[in-house]
């Protein structure tokens, strides 16, 4: 799912139509009878964050949206497409996610869901089966989730390193996450490596120096798993440090299992996401609130895990900036549906379903420090899903019906 290396800044918008009704040459694209179309630019549409437009129209001219506004005004174009009276929405921006890997934890996740105890190892066993798996098969394994992914509606997709735990196998799994997209982010910090469990400071030292050096040239992200049993404030301080001096920006794995350092961290070192965000004190949401750091709230894996729900209600009424996304992983979150994971959010997370959506698109785009993607609206990509549904609202309304019948990635129909 390659997001393209020209497309992470907004200079192509500065030279589109800015607004509803600007002129279009052709050829072009135009869909038209959308019965809803959520724009997430509240200046394009009913000024609401979802920028609403009822019977509207979108057009697209190569990889970017032109023109957007009511299907009665949308101008001529070589080709129409009739939506049917169907809603569209931008392409999920799911920005977090653990895809390179091999191996199978079903047994796992049965013995968790039974009320069992499980000693098979956890992300240990992941990373065994990784180390051992060909380039080949890691590569496919990717491929095969990104496809579900699309079909689901996801156009854009993060995903990191972090099952290798070794200087060379870390660096082939970004090389090939690199492969299918541009949005790779280094996580030699996941946990401990096996082979390094009786001295984590030497640990630290691999990961913020030969590992780092190898893996830099493949990644934009560099990420640390601060928790309790992982890496405390200051091995992840280090970390994300060591790793912005080689041009890396931070994300953190933040306050998933328990209170501690991450999220103000994250803050302090003007990360672009803080990510799980469970559990929180006021200070910790004070700090996301007086910053640029997105909260990006995982719910397939309170899900998996029968966790505790993060609060996304108290986030919100904070005035934190909050993300969607699946944390696509084989132990602790697998699947690859952001539209299950909207549809937890608004069932327990206290999200409006307008919320949800807006966190899924256009939050995860924030939390990339992306502007191209996550809204429709002149001058930004054309991804865009079309849904079986009159409304977005289906997609928490409905939860589990496969609503999207229609992807459209970079101008072009792909689902």
């Known amino acids: 799912m390659?997001?393209?290396?020209?497309?992470?800044?907004?200079?192509?918008?500065?030279?589109?139509?800015?607004s509803a009704n600007s002129a279009v040459a052709t050829p072009a694209t135009a869909i038209v009878n959308i019965a809803s179309l959520v724009t997430n630019d509240p200046s394009l549409g009913d000024e609401s964050p979802l920028g609403l437009i009822r019977d509207a129209a979108v057009v697209?001219?190569?990889?970017?949206?032109?023109?957007?506004?009511?299907?009665?005004?949308?101008?001529?174009?070589?080709?129409?497409?009739?939506?049917?009276?169907?809603?569209?929405?931008?392409?999920?921006?799911?920005?977090?996610?653990?895809?390179?890997?091999?191996?199978?934890?079903?047994?796992?996740?049965?013995?968790?869901?039974?009320?069992?105890?499980?000693?098979?190892?956890?992300?240990?066993?992941?990373?065994?089966?990784?180390?051992?798996?060909?380039?080949?098969?890691?590569?496919?394994?990717?491929?095969?989730?990104?496809?579900?992914?699309?079909?689901?509606?996801?156009?854009?997709?993060?995903?990191?390193?972090?099952?290798?735990?070794?200087?060379?196998?870390?660096?082939?799994?970004?090389?090939?996450?690199a492969e299918h997209t541009d949005e790779v982010t280094y996580l030699g910090a996941h946990i401990v490596s096996p082979d390094y469990a009786d001295?984590?400071?030497?640990?630290?030292?691999?990961?913020?120096?030969?590992?780092?050096?190898?893996?830099?040239?493949?990644?934009?992200?560099?990420?640390?798993?601060?928790?309790?049993?992982?890496?405390?404030?200051?091995?992840?301080?280090?970390?994300?440090?060591a790793g912005r001096a080689k041009g890396l920006h931070p994300r953190v794995h933040a306050n998933q299992l328990s209170y501690g350092p991450g999220v103000r961290l994250a803050v302090e070192l003007d990360a672009a996401s803080a990510d799980h965000c469970t559990h929180l004190t006021d200070a910790d949401v004070d700090a996301l609130?007086?910053?640029?750091?997105?909260?990006?709230?995982?719910?397939?894996?309170?899900?998996?895990?029968?966790?505790?729900?993060?609060?996304?209600?108290?986030?919100?009424?904070?005035g934190v900036t909050v993300a969607l996304s699946t944390d696509c992983n084989p132990g602790s979150s697998f699947t690859s549906s952001v539209p299950f994971c909207i549809a937890l959010a608004v069932r327990d997370m206290g999200m409006t379903p307008d919320e949800a959506v807006w966190s899924a698109t256009a939050g995860g785009a924030a939390a990339l420090r992306r502007t191209d993607i996550g809204r429709l609206a002149p001058g930004t990509r054309a991804d865009l899903t079309l849904l079986n549904a009159p409304s977005h609202v289906h997609l928490a309304y409905r939860p589990g019906v496969p609503l999207v019948s229609e992807v459209w990635r970079r101008g072009v129909r792909v689902v």
């Open 2 to 18: 390659n997001t393209g290396p020209e497309t992470r800044n907004s200079a192509a918008a500065t030279s589109a139509p800015t």
């Open 60 to 177: 697209i001219e190569g990889d970017r949206v032109v023109w957007v506004g009511e299907s009665s005004k949308a101008p001529a174009t070589d080709n129409r497409v009739d939506a049917g009276g169907r809603a569209v929405i931008p392409g999920f921006v799911d920005s977090h996610s653990h895809l390179v890997f091999a191996g199978d934890r079903t047994a796992e996740f049965n013995a968790r869901m039974s009320g069992r105890p499980y000693e098979a190892g956890g992300i240990r066993t992941t990373v065994a089966a990784t180390r051992a798996a060909s380039d080949e098969a890691l590569s496919a394994n990717v491929a095969r989730y990104l496809r579900e992914a699309l079909a689901q509606g996801t156009t854009t997709f993060e995903t990191k390193s972090g099952y290798g735990l070794t200087v060379e196998d870390e660096a082939r799994a970004l090389r090939i996450a």
């Open 199 to 241: 001295d984590p400071a030497a640990y630290v030292d691999l990961v913020t120096g030969p590992m780092l050096d190898a893996c830099a040239p493949y990644a934009r992200w560099v990420d640390v798993f601060c928790e309790k049993g992982a890496f405390d404030g200051d091995q992840a301080r280090a970390i994300l440090t």
């Open 289 to 318: 609130a007086s910053g640029d750091t997105v909260a990006t709230l995982l719910p397939g894996a309170e899900f998996s895990t029968r966790a505790e729900w993060p609060d996304a209600r108290r986030l919100l009424d904070a």
